[in-house]
C-alpha cells in the first residue's frame, strides 16, 4: 500500500525525534519515498546528516538556502508528495499550524502545502493537557488535519507521567497506512445538511472518575475515542449534538457542544439536562460503584492500618434513560463492555437496560480495544446480532450513525 508513494516528513524538536529516523527507515522499505524538513530544534535532536542518509535525499532544513530554493523549493516540497507527517509535532509547531505563521522551511512547508497533513504530538504532559493546546488540536482537526496519539507514559523529565509521549513508530506507519486507505474520503467540514440533520442527539463518552479523597480516585481505562467518534460522526451528518465526557485527553470534537463531567452523577445530571433528543448513545464507560462518603481531607498513612473503603452503586444513567415514561429519546444505544461471552452477555444487557440497540464489543486485554484505535463489535439489536468486521473507531461510528439516520427515518414515517 505505501510503495510508489511519497511522504514528507517534518521533524520538529522533541526528545522523540530519535523515532522518526526508525519511521523513515520502516518507510522506505516499504518501497514509500520519503523527504525530510528538519526544524531548528529538530536539528538538535537528530542530525541532516543521519535524517539524510535514512530517507536517501539530503535533508531539508532552510528557507532561504538558495540552492534548495532552485532546486526544489519550499512550494515544490510541500506539494509534491502525497502526505505530510509532522513528527515529533511540538506545541509550538502546531500552534504555528493553527495561527498559519510561516517563519521557517517547516511551517512554511506546512502553510503551502495541499496534501493532507498527519501530525504525532510529542511534548510534556502538562504542555499537552493545557486549554491553550487542546483548542489548537480541535482547531486542527476541524481543518481536517489527521492526528495520531499522543500516547500515555513516563516523561524523559524524571518522574512525569502521563499523556504526551510521541506514537511509536509503528503506529504512525498504521496511521499514514489510514491515511492512504482513507484518502478519497471528501476531508471534514460539516456539511450543514446530512442524513442526520434537524436531529438531536446525545453521547456519553469517557470514563468516571469516581473520588475516593481530594487527591485519589477510582478509573477505568476507557479513552473515549470511540464516544468521541461517534459525537463528530454525528455532528458531520448534519445532527446537533450534545457530548456529555468524562475525564479525557481527547480534544473537543469539531462542531459539537460538549458538556465536561467527572462523576458518574454528574454524568446523570449533565444528561437529563439535556433531554429531549431523538438519540441517545450511551458510549461511557461509567464506574459501576463510587466510593461511600468520600474523605473531604486526604486519608493518611497514620499507621494503624489501610483504610476500609466502602462503595455504593452508582445511578445506572443508559437504564434510567431507557426507562423514563416521558421524554424518551426514540433510539437508545447502548454499549457492553464484555471479556467474555460478549454475544450472550450483552443480548442479556439489552434487555436488562430496556434499552433499542447494543453495541457489543470484547475489551479483554488481548484485544487492545481499551484505549487503541480498531475495534470489533456486534449490533444487537431488538431483530437479532450483527457481525462488524474489525475497523477504525471512526469507521465504526460512520457505520453506526448511518444506522441511527435509517432507524429515525424510519421511525418518522
Ligand atoms: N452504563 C450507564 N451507567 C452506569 C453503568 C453503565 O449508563 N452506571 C451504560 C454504559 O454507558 C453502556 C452500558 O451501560 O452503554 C453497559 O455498560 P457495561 O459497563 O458494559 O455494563 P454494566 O452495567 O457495567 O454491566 P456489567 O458490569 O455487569 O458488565
Known sequence: MLAGKSVLIVIGGGIAAYKSLELIRRLKERGCAVRAILTKAGAEFV??????????EKAYTDLFSLTDEADIGHIQLSRSTDLVV????????????????????????????????????????????????????????????????PNEGAMAERGEFGPGRMSEPAEILAAIERAFESDTRVPLPAAPAGPLAGRRLLVTSGPTHEPIDPVRYIANRSSGRQGHAIAQAAAEAGAEVVLVAGPVTLPDPPGVRVVHVETAREMLAAVERTLPVDAGVFAAAVADWRVDGEAGEK?????TGVPNLSLVENPDILATVSRLAQGRPRLVVG??????KVIEHATAKRLRKGCDWIVANDVS?????????????????????EDWPTMDKDEVARRLVARIAAALAEARQ
Not at 542530525?47 to 536517501?56: K, R
Not at 486485554?365 to 446480532?385: A, D, F
Open 47 to 56: 542530525t541532516p546528516l543521519s535524517v539524510g542518509s535514512l530517507a536517501g
Open 86 to 149: 509532522v513528527a515529533p509535532a511540538t506545541a509550538d509547531l502546531l500552534a504555528k499550524m493553527v495561527h498559519g505563521l510561516a517563519d521557517d522551511l517547516a511551517s512554511t512547508a506546512l502553510l503551502a502545502t495541499d496534501k493532507r497533513i498527519l501530525v504525532a504530538p510529542a511534548m510534556n504532559p502538562r504542555m499537552w493537557l493545557n486549554p491553550a493546546t487542546q483548542r489548537n488540536m480541535a482547531t486542527l482537526a476541524a481543518d481536517g488535519v489527521l492526528v495520531v496519539g
Open 299 to 303: 486519608i493518611k498513612k497514620d499507621g
Open 335 to 340: 454499549f457492553a463492555a464484555e471479556t467474555e
Open 365 to 385: 486485554p488481548q484485544t487492545g480495544v481499551m484505549g487503541g484505535v480498531r475495534n470489533t463489535v456486534h449490533l444487537v439489536t431488538g431483530e437479532g446480532i
